[in-house]
């Protein structure tokens, strides 16, 4: 299964500045992914960047159950990290 969730580009970005942004933004979801045998963490892969967002997906098989959690574990929402980067440098 794999798991897969957008993030919208943020208005008055030029291309140019909106695939930067989005490469750091990538970074730092890979960054906040949890690793123990680091299969998760390289499992992602190059994310889809259009002129409207931006596309992270991961083809481990249990991602879905790490980043939105079960019934009995809490989700370490690794994309969160990427859009709080945007966030955090003015852009949503």
């Known amino acids: 299964m794999t ?6 580009r943020p ?6 500045e909106w695939n930067a942004r989005a490469s750091e933004a990538f970074q730092e979801i890979k960054h906040a ?10 499992s ?4 889809t960047v259009t002129d ?5 997906e ?8 790490v980043f939105d959690g079960t019934s009995k574990m809490s989700p370490r929402d690794a994309v969160q990290a990427g859009r709080d980067f945007l966030a955090d440098h003015g852009l949503f």
């Open 33 to 42: 992914t949890p690793v123990r045998t680091g299969h998760l963490l390289n």
């Open 58 to 65: 991961n083809t481990a098989d249990y991602a879905v159950y």
């Open 3 to 8: 798991y897969q969730q957008t993030i919208q």
């Open 11 to 16: 208005d008055g970005l030029s291309d140019a």
């Open 52 to 56: 409207t967002d931006m596309v992270v």
């Open 44 to 47: 992602w892969t190059k994310p």
